[in-house]
C-alpha cells in the first residue's frame, strides 16, 4: 500500500454533499453560474479522493439539460463568426457537428467508466489507472485546469475591455490599462462574495446572448444581402484555429463526473441521452450564430462580435450587458484557483488572500499587453483538446473500460494521437487567417 501521511482537508464535492445537505443546492448554482459564462463547472480542482457513493442525486433531467446548454453559451460564442470567416459556412457547420459529437462519445467513456467503478470524480477515476499513471494523470489535469481558469480569467478582463470602451465617450475613459484596473480591483472583493449570490448571472448571461443573437439578425436584415467576402465553402489554416475555439467553448471532461453524480436516477445511458439532447441543440445555436454573424459584418468580423456592433442603444444594452455578467461570473472562476491554497492551509488565511490578490493582479497586467481575444480561446482550446478530449478518455478507455478488444484499443490510441495532433496545431495556428481561405464557393464575394 502507499506509505501513510497527514491527513489533509477534503475539498471533494462528495465529501461537501456528506457534510451539508444543502451543499448540493448550493454547488448546482455555483455550477450554472460558472458554465455560464465559461467552461469550468466544479468548485476546486481534481483531488485524489477514497471511494465514496454521493448522496442520491437530486437534479432532475431537465435541469442537467438546462445547465448543459447554458454551459455552451459562454464568451466563446462571441468569437464563433471569427471562426467561420477564416473556415468558410459549410466548413464551419461540419467542424460544429463533428467537434460535438466527439465530445459527446468522449464524455459516454468517461461517466461509464465513473459508474463501474463507482467513482464520481475525476481525481478519484483517475487514481484507478495503474501505477502513478493515475497520480501523474491527476496532477496535470490540475495544472491544465488552473491554466485554462487563468487563460478564462483573462479573456474576461479583455472582454470587459472591448465592450466598456465602445461605450465610453472619447478620452480618458477609453483606455484599455483603466478598465483592466477597474475590472481587477472589483473583481477582488468581489471574490469574497460567497457564490450562492452569484448564480443569477447563469439566467442574465443567457439573455444576453440571445440578445446578441437578436441583434445580428437585425443587422443582416438591415443590409438586405450578406456583406462582401462571405464564403459557402472552403478550406485554409483558419480551420483549425476555429477547431480550438469550439472545443475552448463546449469542453466539460473534467466535471461530468461530478454531474452525473447529481443527476436524479442516474444511469449512463439517460446521462448520455442528456448530453446528446443538450449537444444536439447547441450544434443548432452554434451554426446559427456563427453563420449569421458572418454574414452580417462579411471577413471585417472582429474576434469579438460585439467589436462590429454599431453604436446605439441596442450595441450599448450589449456591451454594458456582457461586461457586468461577466465582472460577476469573474470570482466563480477565482474560487476554484485558491482551493487548493485553503486545503493546504486547513482553513482560508492569509496566504488565501495573498493567492486572490495575485491572480486578479496577474490577469490584469496580462491584459495591459495582451489584447487578442480570439488567440487567447484558441490557445486555451489547444491547451485542453490534447488531454481532456484524447488523454484521460482515452486511457479511461483503454484501462478502465473492460470486455473491449483489439479494434477498441486502436480506436483510443487513435483518439489520443488525433486530439494530441490537434493541440500542437492549434498553438500553431491562433489566428483565423481569413486572408489563406481558399474559398470553393462563394455566397458573397
Avoid at 474576461?156 to 477597474?182: E, S
Avoid at 480550438?244 to 463546449?250: K, R
Avoid at 452554434?286 to 450595441?315: E, P, Q
Avoid at 483538446?385 to 478488444?405: A, H, M, N, S
Wanted: charged share 10%; with cysteine; net charge neutral.
Amino acid at each position: 500500500g502507499r506509505p501513510s501521511r497527514e491527513p489533509v482537508p477534503d475539498t471533494s464535492m462528495q465529501e461537501a454533499l456528506r457534510r451539508d445537505s444543502h451543499a448540493h443546492t448550493e454547488m448546482t448554482a455555483s455550477q450554472i453560474a460558472a458554465q455560464s459564462m465559461g467552461r469550468f463547472c466544479s468548485s476546486e480542482l481534481l483531488h485524489e479522493g477514497e471511494d465514496a457513493l454521493p448522496t442520491a442525486g437530486t437534479v432532475t433531467s431537465l435541469g442537467m439539460f438546462i445547465n448543459m446548454l447554458t454551459a455552451g453559451l459562454g464568451t466563446s460564442i462571441l468569437a464563433f463568426p471569427w471562426g467561420v470567416a477564416g473556415a468558410s459556412v459549410v466548413s464551419g457547420v461540419f467542424l460544429v457537428v463533428f467537434i460535438l459529437v466527439v465530445n459527446m462519445w468522449t464524455i459516454g467513456i468517461v461517466v461509464r467508466a465513473g459508474e463501474e467503478h463507482k467513482a464520481f470524480d475525476l481525481g478519484t477515476l483517475l487514481m484507478k489507472l495503474p501505477g502513478r499513471m493515475g497520480s501523474i494523470l491527476q496532477t496535470t489535469s490540475n495544472g491544465l485546469v488552473w491554466l485554462t481558469l487563468w487563460l478564462t480569467l483573462l479573456s474576461y478582463v479583455i472582454t470587459i475591455q472591448n465592450n466598456m470602451i465602445l461605450v465610453m465617450p472619447a478620452g480618458a475613459a477609453q483606455n484599455r490599462v483603466l478598465w483592466a484596473v477597474l475590472t481587477a480591483a472589483v473583481a477582488y472583493p468581489l471574490s469574497y462574495v460567497p457564490q450562492k449570490y452569484l448564480s443569477f448571472t447563469s439566467s442574465v448571461s443567457v439573455a444576453v446572448i440571445i440578445f446578441l443573437f437578436g441583434v445580428l439578425i437585425q443587422t443582416l436584415a438591415s443590409e438586405g444581402e450578406p456583406q462582401h467576402g462571405v464564403c459557402g465553402f472552403g478550406t485554409g489554416p483558419g480551420v483549425v484555429t476555429y477547431f480550438s475555439v469550439l472545443m475552448n467553448s463546449v469542453i466539460i471532461q473534467m466535471c461530468v463526473l461530478p454531474m452525473y453524480a447529481e443527476l436524479k436516477d442516474r444511469t449512463p445511458a439517460k446521462f448520455n441521452l442528456i448530453v446528446n439532447s443538450a449537444f444536439g441543440s447547441l450544434i443548432v445555436l452554434f451554426c446559427a450564430f456563427a453563420t449569421v454573424g458572418y454574414m452580417a459584418f462579411g471577413n471585417d468580423v472582429d474576434s469579438m462580435i460585439t467589436d462590429n456592433l454599431k453604436k446605439g442603444a441596442l450595441g450599448s444594452v450589449v456591451h454594458v450587458g456582457i461586461s457586468l455578467v461577466i465582472l460577476c461570473t469573474f470570482p466563480i472562476f477565482v474560487i476554484p484557483m485558491v482551493a487548493p491554497v485553503a486545503a493546504f492551509e486547513g482553513k482560508e488565511g492569509i496566504w488565501c488572500h495573498i493567492a486572490r490578490a495575485v491572480i486578479c493582479a496577474s490577469v490584469m497586467f496580462a491584459a495591459f499587453f495582451i489584447t487578442q481575444f480570439g488567440m487567447i480561446l484558441a490557445v486555451n482550446g489547444a491547451l485542453c483538446v490534447g488531454f481532456f478530449i484524447g488523454v484521460l478518455p482515452g486511457l479511461v478507455g483503454l484501462y478502465l473500460t473492460p470486455g473491449k478488444g483489439a479494434a477498441w484499443r486502436a480506436l483510443m490510441w487513435s483518439l489520443i494521437l488525433f486530439a494530441l495532433a490537434g493541440s500542437v496545431l492549434g498553438f500553431v495556428f491562433t489566428d483565423n487567417e481569413w486572408k489563406e481561405l481558399h474559398c470553393w464557393w462563394w455566397i458573397s464575394k
